[in-house]
T-cell receptor
């Protein structure tokens, strides 16, 4: 069974630029999560999808971050414009349903200069 | 969201010793999960314990859950250098439907 795929693995941008991350969850997983992990901290949930609907986006900075999950499969997370404090690893995870074991992708490491 | 808080923040032991780390949470949960993260990599699920379970084993891992104290512990027996990683816990409450939130984790260093 293929794992969660993410791309790109690394991204360097300048502040005020925009960036997008892509995630392909495990086939058949209804729930998809995006996390932000700043160095030295635990993952912080940004948004949770159930199929293509949003379950929780209470911690998503909606003035600059957006996410979508078209057709309930792949998902993209966008930052526009990026700030220095957005430098972090962005992790995507999926689970068969909410609350069950999450399977994480390798993450995208973002550096904002 | 249900957030776990791990303790201690850092732990250093020698190979062969046991490592114990604790997790506390604030609201009721249906299950609690432990994850491991090796440096620079994604999280890997270790074990899930449900609220009606008190103890669970998986290989060298032993997890306990005390819902009255809102706490859990993860014991790694006969540790190996490969166990060096950060360990996170997170709880889930089906009523809220919200996903897990992780604490800052316990950083475990196992030296040969």
């Amino acid at each position: 069974e293929a794992g969660v795929a993410q791309s790109p693995r690394y991204k360097i941008i300048e502040k005020r630029q925009s960036v997008a991350f892509w995630c392909n969850p495990i086939s058949g997983h209804a729930t998809l999560y995006w996390y932000q992990q700043i160095l030295g901290q635990g993952p912080k949930l940004l948004i949770q999808f159930q199929n293509n609907g949003v379950v929780d986006d209470s911690q998503l900075p909606k003035d600059r971050f957006s996410a979508e999950r078209l057709k309930g499969v792949d998902s993209t997370l966008k930052i526009q414009p990026a700030k220095l404090e957005d430098s972090a690893v962005y992790l995507c995870a999926s689970s068969s349903q909410g609350g069950e074991t999450q399977y994480f992708g390798p993450g995208t490491r973002l550096l904002v200069l | 969201s249900q957030q776990g808080e791990e303790d201690p923040q850092a732990l250093s032991i020698q190979e062969g010793e046991n490592a114990t780390m604790n997790c506390s949470y604030k609201t009721s949960i249906n299950n609690l999960q432990w994850y491991r993260q090796n440096s620079g990599r994604g999280l890997v699920h270790l074990i899930l314990i449900r609220s009606n379970e008190r103890e669970k084993h998986s290989g060298r891992l032993r997890v306990t859950l005390d819902t009255s104290k809102k706490s859990s512990s993860l014991l790694i027996t006969a540790s190996q250098a490969a166990d060096t990683a950060s360990y996170f816990c997170a709880g889930w409450n089906s009523n809220s439907g919200y996903a897990l939130n992780f604490g800052k984790g316990t950083s475990l260093l196992v030296t040969p």
